[in-house]
């Protein structure tokens, strides 16, 4: 079989760890498996970071003659009625020729391109597979939301519903992503991130170790937020501000741990490395405060969190990261997925929702004196990876005998 993993996200920890998961469970379901994984001016550093140098697996990176004008195109053509454009791009006809060459399209586990970030790129890598009438698997993925303020809102709406009623095998990873589902009348698997299908422990680099020191340590993994659609309108200083708060306070109940800051980001103009380090220098304790260098691989990163004694987590994967490794987390959820990740595994018990806290400053208050209480326990989350890792097997078996036959 052949398959060809399209829309593989890069730059993110995460997404390693997700596109890890995901391919170690196919060659080992389908021995005689050829995956490759196609990606389009994307930054040979950034492959090299996510490539595990396996036989079957081949990535393909094909670069535009003219990078502006084939993005131009990508991002406008089925928005305004002229997909036929596509073809006319010497890229696009290479990609067309991969198409051609697989069994299966199998869109890459990712996030919210399909709804919030409104990414017609993404959405014309699906709608190529229908036009070829290719079998096309989305997996593992975030919907939503899906707006309706304008024409090409609802055009990208209207294809995107398209897109996923072709698809042969569609699974969502979170119960909100599942209810855009349901509205837009798609049949779906529910799952949990493809990062849960993996199991793989390693050591923790000596150089790594001695950053870190002998002691005990918390994880911290903030984010900048003011990248996101949701939170452009917000004052960096007001979202430093709550993170260093919440620095404070850990320090105060925990005067004998360091906190330890895993990078989830690389390789990008404005990367987590960067970002953690301005927060450390505005801490009056910052040699308590350790900030790992952005170069150490996903599974390293699981195995410091494995042996911290509490995650906080304001991307989505660092809490993915803490229910694999079975350790105590509070989540700071920005998005729905986050939040929809706790829902689908039924405990939200260690969420704090800070959509709104920088509009209301009773919810900022809200906020702080539940995070206050969070800290003070620390609940180790077997239940939670058990679950977890169990609907991550049975989503991939099911995909395997609806889709990979």
Not at 44 to 59: C, G, P, T
Not at 94 to 122: C, R, S, T
Request: aromatic content about 12%.
């Amino acid at each position: 079989m052949k398959i060809l993993l399209v829309g593989q996200p890069l730059y993110n920890r995460g997404d390693e760890s997700a596109h890890k998961g995901l391919i170690r469970s196919l060659l080992k379901a389908i021995p005689d498996v050829e995956i490759s994984v196609l990606e389009i001016d994307a930054g040979q550093l950034a492959i090299n970071e996510f490539d595990m140098k396996r036989s079957q697996v081949k990535w393909v990176n094909l670069h535009a003659t003219n990078t502006k004008v084939f993005l131009t195109v990508m991002y406008r053509a089925y928005k305004y009625h002229v997909g036929w454009m596509l073809d006319c791009l010497p890229t696009w006809r290479k990609v067309i020729k991969w198409y051609e060459w697989a069994d299966v399209i199998m869109m890459a586990p990712g996030g919210i391109n399909l709804g919030g970030f409104q990414d017609w790129k993404h959405l014309s890598m699906l709608l190529l597979a229908r036009k070829m009438a290719k079998p096309l698997v989305y997996y593992g993925r975030s919907i939503g939301p899906f707006r309706e303020n304008d024409w090409a809102q609802r055009r990208f709406k209207n294809l995107a519903r398209g897109a996923l009623n072709y698809c042969s095998f569609v699974s969502l990873r979170d119960a909100e992503s599942i209810q855009w589902a349901n509205e837009l009348n798609v049949k779906c698997t529910p799952t949990v991130d493809s990062a849960f299908l993996d199991s793989i422990t390693v050591e923790i680099p000596t150089e790594v170790e001695r950053m870190i020191g002998s002691g005990k340590y918390i994880t911290f993994v903030p984010n900048e937020l003011i990248w996101h659609f949701a939170y452009r309108s917000i004052l960096p200083s007001d979202i430093n501000g709550f993170y260093l708060c919440l620095m404070d306070i850990v320090h105060r109940q925990y005067p004998d741990h360091r906190i330890v800051m895993l990078p989830q980001t690389s390789h990008q103009p404005r990367n987590d490395y960067s970002y953690f380090c301005e927060l450390r220098e505005r801490c009056p304790y910052k040699e308590d405060v350790i900030v790992i260098p952005d170069v150490y691989s996903s599974d390293v990163q699981q195995a410091v969190i494995h042996k911290a004694a509490l995650m906080i987590g304001a991307r989505y994967h660092s809490i993915v990261f803490a229910i694999n490794q079975a350790t105590p987390f509070i989540s700071l959820s920005y998005e729905h997925k986050m939040s929809g990740l706790l829902k689908e595994l039924g405990n939200t018990e260690r969420m704090i929702d800070i959509t709104k806290i920088f509009f209301d400053s009773l919810e900022m208050e809200n906020a702080i004196r539940h995070y206050e209480m969070l800290v003070g326990e620390l609940p180790t989350p077997f239940e939670l990876q058990f679950k977890a890792k169990n609907r991550a097997r049975a989503c991939f078996e099911a995909c395997c005998v609806h889709a990979l036959v």
